[in-house]
């Protein structure tokens, strides 16, 4: 049995103005991973490719020590999906919904999301096309989490939401991982989120991975160090990864912070968030 719940190999899929370059990268069982990027980076694209939505020019994809490139039906039973829009008949409410879901998973859970339903305070007879979107997103989160899922793919799950209810969910999504054979996948532009979760963070920028790193590798080893620009000169090019000139000097993305403490003693040293990495990778140089 694999310690992943899900595997990406080389996944690429070409279209006329986009290429999907050889994606790859793991969720191991128990943990968040959260993938980044800008919009129109791949994300989307990424996880409709891996589950078979749509097909897929080459590259190998387990999910759940499935087959290679095999997703059964009872392997389906097992993902719980939710996109960034509503994917239900609009002319549902959430009773009828349930009465449809109980039919068609085996391992549908009706109390549990009854439970769901409430905690968010959906109307039950109230027609989807009327919600809200952050509406439509809890009642999509709400059937994800009742079928007995072991694997979460969440696109943009949290957009458009209210800080209160996005932090709700967070806590359900922890919840779900203490059972150690659960896992999650989760892309977000709303970084912050994903600092609060996520274990591992793959980022990707115009169709091909940048690193995938765990989180806190990023946020307590990388760090941003600001130097004037005539003391740019004396920066070690192998301990730049990413610049950006500013008005006062430039501000250099680099890793193991500590180190780059004792080795520029003058120069000033900052804290980093996810959010600063992905910009100094789209926006800075090499």
């Not at 085996?106 to 027609?127: A, D, H």
């Amino acid at each position: 049995m694999s310690d992943y719940s899900l595997k990406v190999e080389n996944l690429s899929k070409k279209f006329d103005d986009f290429l999907l370059d050889k994606v790859s990268f793991y969720v191991p069982k128990g943990n968040i991973v959260g993938l980044i990027g800008e919009n129109g980076a791949g994300k989307s694209t990424t996880i409709n490719a891996m589950l078979d939505i749509i097909e897929r020019d080459s590259g190998n994809v387990y999910i759940l020590d499935s087959e290679k490139n095999k997703i059964s039906n009872s392997i389906r039973e097992k993902i719980g999906v939710v996109f960034d829009e509503n994917n239900f008949p609009e002319d549902l409410t959430p009773q009828k919904l349930n009465n449809v879901l109980k039919a068609i998973y085996f391992n549908w859970e009706e109390k549990k999301f009854s439970e769901f339903i409430e905690k968010f305070n959906l109307p039950k007879n109230k027609k989807i096309k009327n919600f809200s979107r952050g509406m439509k997103m809890k009642l999509s989160i709400s059937v994800a989490l009742s079928h007995k899922a072991e694997l979460l793919v969440l696109d943009e799950a949290t957009s458009g939401l209210d800080p209160i209810v996005r932090d709700d969910i967070l806590d359900i999504l922890l919840d779900f991982v203490q059972d150690e054979k659960n896992s999650i996948l989760i892309s977000s532009h709303i970084t912050s989120d994903l600092e609060k979760v996520a274990d591992y963070i793959v980022f990707i920028h115009k169709g091909k991975v940048i690193f995938e790193e765990t989180k806190d590798n990023l946020i307590y080893n990388y760090g941003i160090m600001k130097c004037k620009t005539k003391e740019f000169d004396s920066v070690d090019k192998k301990d730049i990864i990413r610049f950006r000139k500013m008005d006062y000097g430039y501000e250099i993305l680099i890793k193991n912070k500590n180190e780059m403490e004792r080795k520029y003693p003058n120069f000033v040293m900052d804290n980093i968030k996810i959010e600063d990495i992905m910009l100094m990778y789209v926006k800075g140089e090499m």
